[in-house]
């Protein structure tokens, strides 16, 4: 295969050998830097072996994004378009009273406005559709959407939003999810703030924490954590003169995403195409629409392609986050290291919607226990809703928070029965064959063998 | 003084969605000169899933890698697909493809099979090749198969299939059924350093030993291990968005919401379990999310092996180990 070249070959042909940083060249365009093929750069013999399975191929993508070929939605650019900014809310909770975008709407530049009450189904959501697409009447959170501006700029939209008058009517605000769960304030109208929860239920945990030669009680808990991809949600949508909309859309499932955008805007799938480009970074994050029925909206207002870039403000305040957990762990062990009872109460931070709740719970819930066999275990696990920033699908479900209190704790079993670790941990593992908290027969089981390869590689026994 | 200690963590995970119907669907095809085109509603979001998918589809089809172009994301164009999410893309959107390219491999075998005067089932794709099992050497390029497919008998060599993780549902009261189809397991190990009279844990050392069934790609299995040991490292020690009173965001930018940088990331020893799940495409199971989950929970524990603390609250900021040691110190005074 091709030979490895040279660094002056390699910025002779992607022409990459000028570095003045005169004012010349700093201005000069990307089409300064052509990129003619062939290009004498590294490619790997993997990528042409047979079989293809286990070869460490390198990506098919790789070479674009190096070479800034690679066209993230930042890079698309339409002729005639414009840009749009989202007005976030100035409460955590509070009724609207009234939105007046009339001085925004007369503001030099600006083309369009949009506002929640003029999408045929305001509400959309991955399992209850409990979220607006612009809050309409009322606010929830701090990252409710009121309002959108489309214009010529960026500059110019935001600027527009400053001219936007909502009149808010406060309402009550309960940010603690142990206050949330006594119902006494309500997030969301006459239903209790308690929105999702799960029960796993195996053998009998009061008789076994009983008869078990120790009990272990903590309490665990974890912070909010946003996914911080590199590129921030973006999107572009044109509404074309057949009445059919394409979305241009760094979201993760465009499945989903279409289905979300013909039920918000009340048209046809086939009138909707959606095109995923290539993420800048998903970790859960992407999973659920944003603003793109916003754009489409405003495009279809305007008869422009209409672009949306979060920052990274936006980012944090109003795509989802990841739920803080509180965990009641109660746990009975024999004094051999054997586990034989474990008792679970957890209490999710939902944030003001339901988003990815649902899956959090539940997966958390499953995996509460950890990779152990548990006869008696018994797990309840809550979510409910306050008014603080939605939490949603990241990295891991609810596992790394409750890998964080299972393991914990059974490092303080270990210490205080004075077992070491690596052992305690190997007198309970799943094996093939074992049966997980649903009862679920487990196979291609390997915890066992993670934990021995991964102390050998690390010399757990050298001292 | 700076104090070192170890500690582990092992952990569970498992691939797609909570009993709900997660489906991928997928459409192979493959050209008359032998390479393939692959159709996938998934999304690349940086971790590599299009090269995985296009060497399961390769796989299949017994050509390499860059034999298979991938087209990806485009309702116009694309079948459904549930999408980047749950670990799913490698184990559920695969085994979608593997189903497709044996569709499409079936019918290179069907044209071929007069050709050799064997069975459709007495032939394999290999090395470029549909070849007659045990006998490699009576075999025809599978370029010139494809065209006689296509060309000669007029069938050609495409297939469409769809797969979705078979579970069961659980019992409300008890929760007991079969949310999942498959799991990875993993074992984490962290050396920290801490300072026990600043508070400031260093991590020093991260092995990591995962499970994915087969890798379909070691280079990127590694990649995404490393990646998500970061966001572990940011979970355990550094990060944390803080709330007004009012409910507001306190910290949403990169200057007061503190994530690892290069410099923070310890080093990293990677290996992975040798495993094969056959319910997975090529023995494929999955390994994205996973890596971020035991790193936590090892730090943690390697906290309390060095300073005798024990962090029950992320993230373990050096004020909050430094408070922790400040008590455990005033209560042996």
């Given at each position: 295969m091709a030979t490895k070249p040279t660094k002056d070959v390699i910025d002779?042909?992607?022409?990459?050998?000028?570095?003045?940083?005169?004012?010349?060249?700093?201005?000069?365009?990307?089409?300064?830097?052509?990129?003619?093929?062939?290009?004498?750069?590294?490619?790997?013999?993997?990528?042409?072996?047979?079989?293809?399975?286990?070869?460490?191929?390198?990506?098919?993508?790789?070479?674009?994004?190096?070479?800034?070929?690679?066209?993230y939605i930042d890079d698309i650019k339409f002729p005639n378009m414009i840009y749009a900014k989202v007005l976030r809310s100035e409460r955590a909770h509070a009724k609207i009273v009234s939105i007046d975008v009339s001085e925004a709407e007369a503001m030099p530049g600006v083309y369009a406005t949009v506002t929640g009450k003029e999408f045929p189904t305001n509400s959309f959501g991955p399992t209850l559709q409990d979220q607006p697409v612009l809050a309409d009447t009322v606010v929830r959170h701090f990252g409710d959407g009121v309002a959108a501006v489309a214009a010529v700029s960026e500059q110019v939209a935001q600027e527009a939003l400053k001219k936007i008058k909502v009149v808010y009517e406060d309402l009550p605000v309960v940010l603690d999810p142990e206050e949330a769960f006594k119902d006494e304030i309500l997030i969301h109208g006459?239903?209790?703030?308690?929105?999702?929860?799960?029960?796993?239920?195996?053998?009998?945990?009061?008789?076994?924490?009983?008869?078990?030669?120790?009990?272990?009680?903590?309490?665990?808990?974890?912070?909010?954590?946003?996914?911080?991809?590199?590129?921030?949600?973006?999107?572009?949508?044109?509404?074309?003169?057949?009445?059919?909309v394409t979305l241009w859309s760094s979201l993760g499932r465009i499945t989903l995403g279409r289905e979300d955008i013909s039920r918000t805007l009340d048209i046809p799938q086939s009138k909707v195409r959606m095109i995923g480009t290539i993420v800048g970074g998903n970790f859960g994050g992407k999973n659920e629409i944003t603003n793109e029925p916003i754009l489409a909206l405003l495009s279809k207002k305007t008869g422009r392609p209409v672009k949306c870039t979060y920052t990274r403000g936006d980012e944090f305040v109003s795509s989802t986050i990841r739920h803080p957990f509180i965990m009641d762990y109660t746990t009975g062990i024999n004094n051999d290291g054997k586990i034989v009872a474990r008792k679970i109460r957890m209490l999710l931070d939902g944030g003001a919607y339901c988003s990815w709740t649902g899956t959090t719970i539940g997966k958390g819930s499953i995996l509460a226990a950890g990779p152990y066999n548990i006869d008696n275990l018994q797990v309840e696990s809550f979510a409910v809703y306050t008014n603080k920033t939605t939490t949603g699908a990241m990295r891991g479900f609810g596992a790394p928070q409750v890998c964080f209190a299972y393991e914990s704790q059974m490092d303080e079993m270990a210490h205080a029965l004075g077992i070491d670790p690596l052992t305690i941990r190997l007198k309970n593992t799943f094996r093939e064959?074992?049966?997980?908290?649903?009862?679920?027969?487990?196979?291609?089981?390997?915890?066992?063998?993670?934990?021995?390869q991964a102390s050998e590689a690390f010399g757990w026994n050298r001292g | 003084m700076k104090r070192t200690g170890k500690g582990m963590a092992c952990m569970w995970y498992p691939i797609g969605f909570t009993v709900m119907a997660n489906p991928s669907a997928a459409i192979v095809k493959v050209n008359t000169d032998g390479t393939a085109t692959l159709l996938t509603g998934t999304v690349e979001t940086g971790q590599g899933a299009l090269t995985v998918l296009g060497q399961i589809a390769a796989e299949t089809l017994g050509i390499g890698t860059d034999d298979v172009h991938v087209v990806s994301a485009d309702t116009d164009t694309t079948p459904m697909d549930t999408g980047a999410i749950a670990s799913r893309t490698t184990y559920v959107t695969g085994n979608a493809i593997v189903r497709a390219a044996e569709v499409a491999r079936q019918l290179l075998f069907e044209a071929a099979a007069p050709l050799l005067n064997v069975k459709p089932d007495q032939l394999e794709a290999r090395d470029r090749k549909i070849q007659v099992l045990g006998f490699p050497s009576r075999s025809l390029p599978i370029a010139n198969v494809a065209l006689y497919a296509e060309s000669t008998v007029g069938r050609p060599a495409l297939g469409s299939a769809s797969y979705n993780p078979p579970t069961v549902d659980m019992d409300p009261e008890t929760g007991q059924g079969k949310p999942f189809n498959t799991y990875v397991y993993a074992t984490q190990i962290a050396e920290v350093e801490v300072d026990d009279e600043t508070g400031e844990v260093e991590i020093k050392k991260i092995v990591a030993v995962h499970d994915?069934?087969?890798?379909?790609?070691?280079?990127?299995?590694?990649?995404?291990?490393?990646?998500?040991?970061?966001?572990?490292?940011?979970?355990?020690?550094?990060?944390?968005?803080?709330?007004?009173?009012?409910?507001?965001?306190?910290?949403?930018?990169?200057?007061?919401?503190?994530?690892?940088?290069?410099?923070?990331?310890?080093?990293?020893?990677?290996?992975?379990?040798?495993?094969?799940?056959?319910?997975?495409p090529h023995g494929a199971k999955g390994v994205g999310e996973p890596t971020a989950v035991p790193t936590a929970a090892a730090i943690m524990n390697a906290i309390f092996d060095a300073v005798g603390v024990r962090i029950t609250t992320l993230p373990a900021t050096a004020e909050r180990v430094m408070a922790a040691i400040n008590e455990k110190n005033a209560q042996s005074a």
């Amino acid at each position: 295969m091709a030979t490895k070249p040279t660094k002056d070959v390699i910025d002779q042909k992607v022409g990459i050998q000028d570095t003045d940083n005169s004012l010349t060249g700093a201005l000069r365009v990307k089409e300064d830097h052509p990129v003619i093929y062939p290009l004498s750069l590294p490619e790997n013999d993997e990528r042409q072996a047979t079989p293809a399975v286990g070869q460490s191929a390198t990506r098919s993508d790789a070479r674009l994004h190096g070479l800034g070929q690679t066209q993230y939605i930042d890079d698309i650019k339409f002729p005639n378009m414009i840009y749009a900014k989202v007005l976030r809310s100035e409460r955590a909770h509070a009724k609207i009273v009234s939105i007046d975008v009339s001085e925004a709407e007369a503001m030099p530049g600006v083309y369009a406005t949009v506002t929640g009450k003029e999408f045929p189904t305001n509400s959309f959501g991955p399992t209850l559709q409990d979220q607006p697409v612009l809050a309409d009447t009322v606010v929830r959170h701090f990252g409710d959407g009121v309002a959108a501006v489309a214009a010529v700029s960026e500059q110019v939209a935001q600027e527009a939003l400053k001219k936007i008058k909502v009149v808010y009517e406060d309402l009550p605000v309960v940010l603690d999810p142990e206050e949330a769960f006594k119902d006494e304030i309500l997030i969301h109208g006459p239903k209790s703030n308690t929105y999702a929860s799960k029960v796993i239920k195996k053998g009998d945990v009061k008789k076994a924490l009983a008869k078990a030669d120790h009990v272990f009680t903590n309490r665990y808990k974890t912070q909010f954590v946003e996914h911080v991809p590199i590129e921030p949600h973006a999107s572009i949508a044109l509404w074309d003169g057949n009445g059919r909309v394409t979305l241009w859309s760094s979201l993760g499932r465009i499945t989903l995403g279409r289905e979300d955008i013909s039920r918000t805007l009340d048209i046809p799938q086939s009138k909707v195409r959606m095109i995923g480009t290539i993420v800048g970074g998903n970790f859960g994050g992407k999973n659920e629409i944003t603003n793109e029925p916003i754009l489409a909206l405003l495009s279809k207002k305007t008869g422009r392609p209409v672009k949306c870039t979060y920052t990274r403000g936006d980012e944090f305040v109003s795509s989802t986050i990841r739920h803080p957990f509180i965990m009641d762990y109660t746990t009975g062990i024999n004094n051999d290291g054997k586990i034989v009872a474990r008792k679970i109460r957890m209490l999710l931070d939902g944030g003001a919607y339901c988003s990815w709740t649902g899956t959090t719970i539940g997966k958390g819930s499953i995996l509460a226990a950890g990779p152990y066999n548990i006869d008696n275990l018994q797990v309840e696990s809550f979510a409910v809703y306050t008014n603080k920033t939605t939490t949603g699908a990241m990295r891991g479900f609810g596992a790394p928070q409750v890998c964080f209190a299972y393991e914990s704790q059974m490092d303080e079993m270990a210490h205080a029965l004075g077992i070491d670790p690596l052992t305690i941990r190997l007198k309970n593992t799943f094996r093939e064959g074992s049966l997980s908290p649903t009862s679920q027969t487990l196979h291609s089981v390997v915890v066992e063998e993670s934990l021995l390869q991964a102390s050998e590689a690390f010399g757990w026994n050298r001292g | 003084m700076k104090r070192t200690g170890k500690g582990m963590a092992c952990m569970w995970y498992p691939i797609g969605f909570t009993v709900m119907a997660n489906p991928s669907a997928a459409i192979v095809k493959v050209n008359t000169d032998g390479t393939a085109t692959l159709l996938t509603g998934t999304v690349e979001t940086g971790q590599g899933a299009l090269t995985v998918l296009g060497q399961i589809a390769a796989e299949t089809l017994g050509i390499g890698t860059d034999d298979v172009h991938v087209v990806s994301a485009d309702t116009d164009t694309t079948p459904m697909d549930t999408g980047a999410i749950a670990s799913r893309t490698t184990y559920v959107t695969g085994n979608a493809i593997v189903r497709a390219a044996e569709v499409a491999r079936q019918l290179l075998f069907e044209a071929a099979a007069p050709l050799l005067n064997v069975k459709p089932d007495q032939l394999e794709a290999r090395d470029r090749k549909i070849q007659v099992l045990g006998f490699p050497s009576r075999s025809l390029p599978i370029a010139n198969v494809a065209l006689y497919a296509e060309s000669t008998v007029g069938r050609p060599a495409l297939g469409s299939a769809s797969y979705n993780p078979p579970t069961v549902d659980m019992d409300p009261e008890t929760g007991q059924g079969k949310p999942f189809n498959t799991y990875v397991y993993a074992t984490q190990i962290a050396e920290v350093e801490v300072d026990d009279e600043t508070g400031e844990v260093e991590i020093k050392k991260i092995v990591a030993v995962h499970d994915c069934g087969q890798p379909i790609n070691p280079m990127l299995v590694e990649g995404q291990i490393e990646g998500g040991i970061s966001m572990g490292v940011g979970y355990a020690l550094q990060e944390e968005i803080l709330f007004d009173d009012t409910g507001k965001q306190i910290n949403p930018n990169l200057t007061n919401y503190i994530m690892p940088t290069a410099l923070d990331m310890p080093e990293i020893h990677v290996e992975l379990v040798d495993n094969y799940d056959p319910t997975g495409p090529h023995g494929a199971k999955g390994v994205g999310e996973p890596t971020a989950v035991p790193t936590a929970a090892a730090i943690m524990n390697a906290i309390f092996d060095a300073v005798g603390v024990r962090i029950t609250t992320l993230p373990a900021t050096a004020e909050r180990v430094m408070a922790a040691i400040n008590e455990k110190n005033a209560q042996s005074a």
